[in-house]
């Protein structure tokens, strides 16, 4: 089925180079099998990534693979960029990535491969058994290794990791389940919201590296404020207190 990887990137562009040198290559190989789409989301940079991304990927030519670049004005949250993305796509599947390699370009095929029939998503699971994790900051594991505990706990224990950016997704689920935050923590309400949903889950065991160039956007204090608040939102529509809505909608975009 045809593919669209979908990569928010924000003053990113010390990183375009390494998506040249270790993604294209992968690209190139899944687009022998199926039509690649390549989408970036410039979210408003103002280190000249969204230039960079235009010099480096504007031309590409590769055998059924496209390349989008869409940009944002201004910097609206990874939420909002993960929506440009999804509504600029066409593929049957989406694949949303982190601009820095945090988890290897070259383990895509691998996480494809996990999507089998009766499956709707795929996620990377640096928590598995199998997972690991590689230099990244104690602060950043405790914040996300922490939310996902929690969420073990109000939604499906068998899942290890909420937290990452780095899934599959059969496109109805994406063009289904509205997720309103513009922050880190859209990711997690997309997952969430699509369990309770009833759509199937996998985890793909996966390696997370520390970021090599350029500096983390995540903000802790607020992306714990936003965890907490959603999981408050959870718990409520467990104790069929509250519905968890709005939910679903037609269209994502």
Do not use: W
């Not at 690209?27 to 969204?50: C, K, M, N, P, Y």
């Not at 982190?98 to 491969?113: A, E, H, K, N, V």
């Not at 996966?206 to 939102?233: D, E, I, P, Y």
């Amino acid at each position: 089925m045809d593919l669209s990887i979908i990569i928010p990137c924000f003053n990113e562009y010390e990183n375009v180079p390494k998506i040249k040198r270790e993604l294209l290559p992968v690209v190139a190989d899944l687009a022998q099998e199926r039509i690649v789409e390549l989408i970036f989301v410039d979210d408003g940079s103002l280190d000249g990534t969204g230039r960079t991304l235009q010099a480096t990927f504007g031309k590409l030519e590769i055998p059924r693979v496209r390349v989008q670049i869409e940009r944002h004005p201004s910097n609206l949250g990874l939420g909002a960029a993960l929506r440009t993305g999804f509504a600029a796509s066409s593929g049957e599947i989406l694949l949303t990535t982190d601009s820095d390699g945090t988890y290897p370009f070259d383990t895509i095929p691998g996480l494809l491969s996990c999507l089998t029939f009766d499956v709707d998503i795929v996620t990377a699971s640096p928590y598995h058994p199998k997972g690991g994790v590689v230099g990244v900051p104690t602060y950043r594991l405790l914040l996300s290794r922490g939310s996902s505990r929690i969420y073990r706990l109000l939604v499906d224990y068998r899942l290890r990791t909420y937290t990452c950016l780095y899934r599959a997704y059969r496109a109805e689920v994406v063009r289904s389940i509205l997720f309103q935050a513009n922050d880190y923590l859209a990711g997690t309400e997309l997952l969430v919201k699509a369990i309770l949903s009833g759509y199937r889950v996998v985890e793909y065991p996966a390696v997370l590296h520390s970021r090599q160039l350029g500096v983390s956007k995540a903000r802790l204090f607020r992306t714990v404020l936003s965890h907490l608040h959603f999981q408050s939102q959870v718990l409520f529509h467990r104790l069929n207190l509250k519905p968890l809505l709005p939910a679903v909608h037609a269209s994502q975009g």
